[in-house]
């Protein structure tokens, strides 16, 4: 009946279609409601108008179209209907289809996301329109717009307070644009908390936005108390609620049982949405995923898909993780030209270690002759633009002539250049001055760079200015800082290096001998295959030199040394009753 009498009444006026309309679609006959809206909207009702132009945004009733829901929102905006006038501005902050622009009416005309134009300019007009009227949703969006809108309408003392506005009147975005206002201008930890106790209050209101930002300042412990699990727990909430970096943060705390129980399927599934939806960390977690196996099995080309969409969007890391796939030829045939080409874009895009692939691939025997021409092109274009590590990998190939012809002249020139910057051809440009290859011998200043690549801590520099102090080259002689040198050389893992103490410590020398150390550093690098050190600790434990004799160990590491060709070594194995060539048969 109540159906009924409403049909009836809609025959009388346009307010009366209006609430029949209405009821259509509330008793669930949505298509025949919105047709209804339709005609009363035709007639210049604005609040039919405006629902109108909601029904093709939402899809209800009618084909979804940006293209009509704008039409009749403007048309409803213009009417002065304020909830129009919101909307209206937020389509016009986040781009509407248009071709050109005649007058103030756009023409709408296209669909799809490619071809909407942002129009921050129409979007704050009509934002500041509905604002005035005191729509505190309005008000949020306007404050928006001043604080992170184009620069030449950014005002943000304005923003602050038209968001200020909105929370008093209870709009969670007012909160949360309070919120990341005073997190930028935040200098202490009172204006920290500031912020996230309005953060929280947008959190605890369902916005996914400052969920996340909360679980940032949680996990961080800026202006709350730092607690990692309820951090994981603000993540969780927001990626739930769509916000893809909070996926990703999720994923990974999930990946590494930060602040939850680890959970390697649930890690994937959340890294996943979020690099689907364009996350490019996201995307590059899931190929090291894929890549490294684990909790789930390896899967190289799954990696390489991961890696490649990481890529697109100018990840470094994924460049040269794909440029590893290539050249071990994991999931594929091993590539080494495309190796090659994705370590150039992982070093365009400022990844480190892809200049030192790119170097290291020059000394690979599957390199092509053309490869390697490729490649001291490219460094060579990357040093005349200023790439130190260039420059150095441009040095090594003019100095072998890998790829262009041989020129020390020009290589030591190019390792000067990069001695700026890298620590590697610091050690380098010490060697060639101190060898006086292509550039003029000069003993104290190869010395002084070596020893700036050792106050770096390259440990074969540090080895390298240890035996110039030992012998005086090239500046004073001072075997104890030759042994300070040695030692943190040895532990880094330098072999030679642990050697070089041992014979430091064994006597003879400007330092005070300690042959248990000695021993300890000659074993260390025994077990590493250092044959004089095999050879030195086979005579240790052979003579009981730091204390204690083990005539059998003793054979055995002489026998290792003699393997490797230690004329000393087979001299003591005669001496224990085992001929040379026993002895250079064993182990």
Do not use: K
């Amino acid at each position: 009946m109540r159906r009924v009498l409403s049909a009836l009444g809609a025959r009388f006026s346009p307010r009366a279609r209006l609430a029949h309309a209405l009821r259509l679609i509330e008793d669930g006959d949505v298509v025949a409601g919105v047709a209804l809206l339709g005609s009363v909207a035709e007639a210049g009702v604005p609040e039919a108008q405006f629902r109108v132009g909601r029904a093709y945004l939402d899809g209800t009733g009618v084909p979804p179209s940006l293209v009509e829901g704008a039409r009749w929102m403007r048309r409803a905006a213009e009417a002065g209907w304020v909830e129009a006038r919101m909307v209206l501005g937020t389509l016009y902050l986040f781009g509407l289809p248009r071709e050109g622009a005649a007058d103030e009416g756009v023409r709408l005309v296209a669909e799809t996301p490619a071809d909407r134009v942002p129009d921050p300019a129409s979007a704050a007009r009509w934002a500041l329109l509905a604002a005035e009227a005191g729509s505190p949703d309005a008000q949020a969006l306007y404050g928006y717009i001043l604080a992170d809108g184009p620069a030449d309408m950014r005002d943000v003392v304005a923003a602050e307070g038209w968001f200020s506005r909105a929370a008093a009147a209870g709009c969670p975005q007012g909160y949360l644009g309070l919120g990341l206002v005073w997190m930028r201008a935040a200098r202490d930890e009172a204006g920290h908390a500031r912020a996230a106790e309005a953060l929280r209050v947008a959190a605890e209101a369902g916005l996914g936005s400052a969920q996340f930002m909360l679980g940032a300042l949680t996990e961080r412990g800026q202006g709350v108390a730092r607690d990692i699990a309820a951090a994981t727990a603000l993540y969780g909430r927001a990626a739930e609620a769509g916000v893809r970096a909070a996926q990703a943060r999720f994923g990974l705390a999930l990946l590494e049982g930060r602040g939850c129980t680890r959970d390697a399927a649930r890690a994937e599934s959340w890294l996943r949405r979020a690099a689907l939806a364009g996350d490019r960390e996201a995307a590059s977690l899931l190929g090291d995923l894929y890549a490294c196996g684990g909790d789930l099995p390896p899967n190289y080309i799954e990696a390489a898909l991961w890696y490649r969409r990481a890529a697109s969007e100018g990840h470094g890391a994924a460049w040269r993780a794909l440029g590893m796939l290539a050249l071990t030829g994991a999931g594929q045939s091993r590539d080494v030209t495309e190796a090659a080409r994705c370590f150039r874009q992982a070093a365009a895009l400022g990844d480190g270690r892809a200049g030192a692939d790119l170097g290291n691939l020059l000394l690979d025997q599957d390199v092509s002759e053309e490869d390697r021409r490729d490649l001291g092109r490219y460094f060579a274009h990357a040093a005349e633009a200023g790439d130190p590590v260039a420059a150095f990998n441009f040095s090594i190939c003019l100095t072998h002539g890998l790829g262009m012809a041989r020129d020390e002249q020009a290589a030591a020139a190019w390792m000067l250049r990069a001695a700026d910057g890298v620590v590697n051809a610091q050690y380098w440009y010490g060697r060639m001055l101190l060898e006086g290859r292509g550039c003029a011998p000069d003993l104290a200043a190869g010395r002084g760079w070596i020893a700036r690549a050792a106050e770096a801590g390259m440990a074969d520099a540090q080895v390298a200015l240890a035996q110039l102090m030992l012998t005086g080259r090239g500046g004073p002689r001072d075997h104890a800082a030759a042994a300070a040198l040695y030692r943190t050389a040895a532990e880094q893992g330098q072999v030679d290096a642990m050697f070089s103490l041992g014979a430091l410590l064994g006597g003879g020398h400007d330092v005070p001998a300690d042959r248990a150390q000695a021993q300890h550093w000659f074993r260390m690098a025994a077990e590493r295959g250092n044959a004089l050190g095999q050879l030195m600790l086979g005579r240790y434990l052979l003579r009981g030199l730091a204390g204690m004799s083990d005539p059998a160990e003793a054979r055995l590491w002489l026998e290792r040394a003699a393997a490797q060709g230690v004329p000393d070594a087979a001299t003591e194995l005669v001496r224990l009753g085992a001929g040379p060539a026993a002895g250079a048969g064993a182990g």
